[in-house]
């Protein structure tokens, strides 16, 4: 019979670091957050061959005497729970587990300095082992230096990527925590080369831009919203200002960087009717909120936090996120296509390409369609086909608003005043400051979604009833957690009612969806609720529904406007939330500024 016995402090710190060190990421983050929690206001870093030859980091914190510094260097020793308190954890670390982590899988030297001290003391450990202790040179603060990562552990070592890939992980770490902290200054050598480099006393948004992309000062909205002792805010990009990936998705909560599901599905749902599926937002939110409605505890890399309330999480930041958006208005990133610029010539010197494909270029309209866009010869889904015999005549149609005279030299409104059509479907409009140039399709798709919802916000959505009641067999806990939001799915077009331990009876459904699948359609959103707590899927079913039947709806590419009809589109626009953007996220308009038109002609 195998004998149970204690393992060896080695070991045991080999097994904790198999948790908090992955690979020299791992390792920096800790020691960044470490040199956070001890009051630093400058952090230096330095890396070598991407943190896998070495790791340093340099602060100008409190401090730590020598006992402290052996202390610091034991398991689960920390000053960051002075009451045992671990539902009030204010500080970035607070298990006590990442300096002896990383000292027991590399050689690790700590040098520190309390300001009123005189002297440094150094300590230097050896994959768990004391090498050498004494005094130190140093300004008041600590710098740690990592060296050696796995070299007693050459199965981790193995699985590390190239310098490169491990680079990109470390830099990705320090840009979050620079974001999350904009009251620090941060540097960042790589092999001698300074990467980056922001002082301290920044704003949030204004970190954020120096370190994201700039290009969100001006593509981007304020969010600040609050909502009891709630708080979001940070700056989000438009929606036409997007990203092929999430990596440019920032999420913090109280000012900790984390990788959250709930978070990024909040994101997605906020964005979802103007983005395409393949499309990511760009931004930075940071989240606070009571320390004991947050559990930070979930993990020891501890980016992963459980809320106590994640329905109300969820819409507070689905919520906060619209307001914001519909708040800009008929803005859109204007940053034509360089290769669709670059067609525009002084001269004719060859054969240009054809105009309408220049101008799809503008709005990213050539090559594949995203995901879910309907546009002229595509196919719809099911839930689409339920609005077959919805009439185009029941769209209102445009507007007769009073517009500008075409021949008025005074030009009033921001979208200016139309000049004429190209290739059937951009508009040319001429505004004080420029050339503007509007995709008819997509920009009266967004118009009619937007009314579409209005008329729907308020009161109860339209349903149709089923003429035999259909019964969906469920697990019970899929059930409960219907059961508990009847009122709500009500209110949606859904009607359902508890039909013994292990069923529910479905009566009526969405009008929109009457024709889809009943069994299917209550499934997912029961799927939806045992992973988001909130009944959104359904919702943002009804979009894509409302969306479909406003591309349908919608003027079609192709289609002669008077230039009446083309200025009331205009006018339009710019009294309609979020027309800056269709939605698929591509933009309904852009702007060529007089200088752009200048420097084309060779005037500048």
Known sequence: MPEIRRLPDTLINRIAAGEVVERPASALKELVENAIDAGAARIAVRLTAGGLDGIEVTDDGCGMTPDEIALALERHATSKLPDEDIAQVKTLGFRGEALPSIAS????????????????????????????????????????????????????????????????????????????????????????????????????????????????AEDGVIVDVSRGAARLYGVAGLPTFNRGVADHQYLFVNGRPVKDRLLVGAVRGAYAEMLARDRHAVLALFLEIAPEEVDVNVHPAKTEVRFRDPQFVRGFIVGGLRHALDGAGQKAAQSPAVSAMAHWQSEPIAPLAQPGRQLESLFARTGS????????????????????????????????????????????????????????????????????????????????????????????????????????????????????????????????????????????????????????????????????????????????????????????????????????LLREMERTPRSGQCNHGRPTWVKLAHGDIERLFGRR
């Open 105 to 216: 899988v590399s050689q690790l030297t700590l040098e520190s300095r309390p300001r009123e001290a005189g002297d440094g003391w150094r300590r230097i450990v050896d994959h768990g082992q004391l090498v050498s202790e004494g005094p130190a040179a140093l300004p008041p603060g600590t710098r740690i230096r990592v060296e050696q990562l796995f070299a007693l552990v050459p199965a981790r070592r193995k699985f590390l990527r190239s310098v490169r890939a491990e680079y990109a992980a470390c830099l990705d770490v320090v840009r979050r925590l620079a974001m999350a902290r904009p009251e620090i200054g941060f540097t960042l050598e790589h092999d001698g080369r300074r990467v980056l480099a922001v002082q301290g006393g920044d704003d949030a948004p204004g970190r954020v831009a120096r370190i994201v992309a700039r290009e969100l």
């Open 369 to 568: 369609a995203p995901s879910g866009y309907y546009g002229e010869g595509s196919r719809v889904s099911e839930a689409g086909l339920a609005w077959r015999g919805y009439e185009a005549e029941q769209l209102a149609p445009l507007g007769r608003a009073e517009v500008a005279d075409a021949s008025a030299p005074d030009i009033e409104h921001p979208l200016g005043v139309a000049r004429g059509q190209v290739a059937g479907t951009y508009i040319i409009a001429e505004a004080a400051d420029g050339l503007v140039i509007v995709d008819q399709h997509a920009a009266h798709e967004r118009i009619v979604l937007e009314r579409l919802r209005a008329a729907g916000e308020g009161a109860q959505a339209g349903s149709q009833a089923l003429l035999l009641p259909e019964v969906v067999e469920l697990e019970e806990p899929a059930c409960d957690r219907l059961e508990e939001q009847l009122e709500v799915l009500a209110r949606h077009g859904l009607s359902l009612e508890r039909f013994g331990p292990a069923a529910m009876l479905v009566r009526a459904v969405p009008a929109a969806l009457a024709k889809g699948d009943v069994q299917a359609l209550v499934r997912d959103i029961a799927d939806d609720l045992a992973q988001s707590g909130d009944a959104l899927l359904l919702g943002e079913r009804l979009d894509h529904v409302l969306a479909t039947m406003a591309c349908h709806g919608s003027v079609r590419a192709g289609r002669a406007l008077a230039v009446a009809e083309m200025n009331a």
